[in-house]
């Protein structure tokens, strides 16, 4: 065994406890039953886009391991919502996860495991112990290097049993859509009832159907868990045409209909070009393809999709120079080279600008924003600097966090719905293209509830789609709430305008008075698998249901120096990629600021001391560290090979601390090491 990952200390697992287990067929599991397995607990939570990247990472060894690796997620929640038994198991489904999962919403596993940060892998041999302990995303390589070790190991020693798992699949959800993702109005004419044989014409009501479309419109959808586009008349019931198999996966070429080949693998927003734009481009939608990292373009007119940007590569698995400076300033600008080559990460959201002639995409896996000329097949970055939080400002030193939801108002502006810190932000951009990040809802990554009234003290809970009202005002999917919200600009105030909503992922104004003569908000339910209309009211319901910040272990911490070190040892087979320098990084500060005195920043390194200031109680330290590493064995005068494939590994922490006079006065954090 390298020890690389391994130390000599040998500690033996803590027993997996919670409320409740899903996908075992109704049984209840323990580490007895798992004994002469391989065991990977994934600490995750739905909300969190990193736990996302995580399953599919591990999808293939799964796969490849079947007979020896047994993968458990620990779901600890970290919003209220996410707590309830019934969105978890949507969510189960939704996200296709075929291993067992123990529902922890105490999180007394989370506890047991020190576990601080989602995602979080624990890996546990054969014989009950811990082998590694390993924060955030980007494992896959390094888990494909230990479990072949571990398996000669045990094999050797007799302790690995081989069989099938303990896993049992649930009941499918059946309809025409299942959880729906983002909506689009397609206007007469633009639909691709305008062409002949997309639509279903075979029947008598089809044909109605589609020239009722012909006339008023219809509505194109992502059909996310179906990894599809559908296409539905304005009754949302009759399907006008699909894109895409229905087959999770990546390919280009016909989507239109039964025999289509295109293939997508679970699409979120998409965007209509102008049809000047549109005629250019030669394709008439560009949509976000949110798990190939990619964004695609479908042509309306022959049912054909493309690809426009992104490589495929996710894009924090790319090695490459620091995203920030020590000033914690990233870059903002065109990305270089040919748009099919730049790595891009879990697009969620798109939206045409009209000042930046441009399609916005809210990049939720980089916590950033970028763009895409749809005519040169530039491919840029607009704001953020890919650090997770919620921080204004300047393009280049804004923070976001999951960013998820995009809208445009009159003025031009973009509204962007921020899902990990529950907000509402707005990029004001000037006539010439420049860009300033400002927030009207929202304080923070760990501050949520459901309260109306002043924005200043108005509080969502994980909001994922986002639309301009007739009068100017901002109507918010407000997701985990199960809401529809309201905010108004003139007078900075927040109200609601429906509830009872099942995972609202998405809202948009119809102007077609398909049913009645006001204007309604189309809403996407994700977790009732629907499209719905819904009034805006002419009074809006004032709810104050309280503010809530995710509760987790506070760790006691001494007043003064505190002396922080974050482990990272580079997997079987790679090296620290230091041609540039010292290839690791840690960005530090605190919520209230007063906590940090002094050791917070942006500088390279794993280590670093912390003073805190003995004058506030308690706070959280929110601590980014950043490794990169590069494949292949050292060449003679020790240095990474040409073309070496490189790995950029990160997490973002947020740890409460409770200031105490016997408080530790060290700080240990796993980005890759051993507990």
Known sequence: MSETVRTHARVRASELVGRNWLNTGGKSLDLEALRGKIVLLDFWTFCCINCLHVLDELRPLEEQYSDVLVTVGVHSPKFEHEADPVALAAAVERYE????????????????????????LVVIDPEGYIVAHLSGEGHADGLAVLIPELIAQHEAKGTLHRGSGPYVAPEPTSGTLRFPGKALFLPPGRGSTASEGTSDGGTAAGAAAAGAAASKGSWL???????????????????????GSGSRGYS?????????????NEPQGLVLLPEDVAAKAGYDVVIADSVNHRLRGLSLADGKASTLAGSGVQRLLEAGPARVDEDAAGFTGALGGHPLDVALSSPWDVVWSRKLNAVVIAM????????????????????????????????????FAQPSGLAEDADGNIWVADSETSALRKLVID????????????????????????????????????????????????????????????SGTVSTLARGL??????????????????LLVVVEANKHQMVFVPIPKEAQQVDEG?????????????????????????????????????????????PPELLV?????????????ELSPEVAEGVLHITARAAACDGPETEDGEIPDHAACHLYQQDWGIPVVLQRDGDRELVLDLRGMD
């Open 221 to 243: 959808v992502t059909d996310t868990g179906h990894h599809r586009l559908v296409e539905l008349a304005t009754d949302f019931h009759t399907v006008l045409g699909t894109f």
């Open 97 to 120: 996860i075929h291993h067992p999962v123990l529902d922890d919403p105490e999180l007394e596993t989370w506890k047991a495991y020190t576990a601080r940060a989602w995602p979080t």
């Open 598 to 610: 002094s050791g917070g920043g942006t500088s390279v390194g794993l280590l670093r001391t912390l």
């Open 364 to 399: 939720a896996g980089t916590h950033q924003i970028f763009s895409f000329d749809p005519i040169t097949g530039s491919v840029a970055i607009v704001a953020g600097n890919g650090l997770e939080g919620l921080l204004d400002g300047a393009p280049h030193e804004a923070w």
């Open 431 to 490: 006539d010439d293209g420049s860009v300033t990040v400002e927030s009207a809802i929202g304080k923070g990554l760990f501050d949520f509830g459901f309260r109306d009234g002043p924005a200043a003290e108005a509080r969502l809970q994980h909001p994922l789609g986002v639309t301009v009202l007739p009068d100017g005002s901002v109507a918010i999917a407000d997701t985990y709430n199960g809401a529809v919200r309201r905010y108004d600009p003139a």
């Open 547 to 591: 503010a809530v910040q995710t509760h987790r272990p506070k760790s006691p911490v001494a007043p003064g120096p505190v002396e922080l070190a974050v482990r990272f040892t580079a997997p079987t087979g790679q090296k620290l990629d230091d041609r540039w320098g010292d290839p690791t990084q840690l960005k530090i500060s605190s919520t």
């Open 502 to 519: 099942l995972e609202p992922s998405d809202v948009i104004v119809d102007h077609t008075h398909s049913a009645g003569s006001e204007p």
């Open 252 to 264: 280009d070429g016909p989507a239109a209909g039964d025999t289509a080949a295109a293939r997508f």
